[in-house]
């Protein structure tokens, strides 16, 4: 199995803040939708407000393959 890059980027850090409430970030299972195209992620999220951060390995990762499908058809 290999080492998942979200959850060590998330584990090296002290702490993870939402800017909208202050409040830490924790790593949750998330639906993503680009492009029309839904795929689920566990990345850092806001307990309170929701919001998400996509770091920059399911950017360049998993939806960069979705624009590249889509390109493909």
């Known amino acids: 199995m290999r080492p998942d890059p979200v959850a060590e980027a998330f584990a090296r850090s002290e702490e993870w803040i939402c800017d909208e ?20 992620a566990k990345i850092p999220r806001c307990p309170r407000c929701g919001m998400v951060f996509i770091p920059s390995s399911v950017a360049l990762g998993k939806m960069l393959q979705v624009e590249q499908g889509l390109e493909d058809k």
């Open 21 to 40: 409430c202050g409040v830490e970030l924790e790593t949750a299972e998330v639906t993503l939708t680009y492009l029309g195209a839904s795929f689920p």
